[in-house]
């Protein structure tokens, strides 16, 4: 690859990008099943690490109210948490309750939500 110019080695890199993508969503469409809904919907939809993380954080704010006395939570606020977390415009809330209760995190919240809809 040395003897290639900047832009050759841009092409080159370019198709294995491609390809790894390709891959990777192969992987994905093979996750099918309890325990595989989290790794999918982070390979289907592109989801950073940072992203994951904001992501666990919301969930986990409020697991923190549900477990609280009152247990009130704002439904419409954690949806525009969730949304605000993963900056992709055609993510929905379902999806992502839907991950992580395939994956049996944060269960209580999923339940929550879902009761709710």
Known sequence: MSDLSVWERLEVLEKELAKTRWQLQRVADGMTGEGHGMGRFIVLRDVTE??????????????????????????????????????????????????????????KVCEAWRERQ
């Open 50 to 107: 940072g992203e994951l993380k904001k992501l666990h954080d919301v969930f986990e704010k409020y697991d923190n109210i549900l477990n609280a006395d009152d247990g009130d939570v704002g439904w419409i606020d954690f949806d525009c948490e969730v949304l605000k977390a993963l900056p992709h415009d055609d993510i929905e809330v379902f999806e992502v309750v839907s991950a992580m209760q395939d994956d049996n995190r944060w269960v």
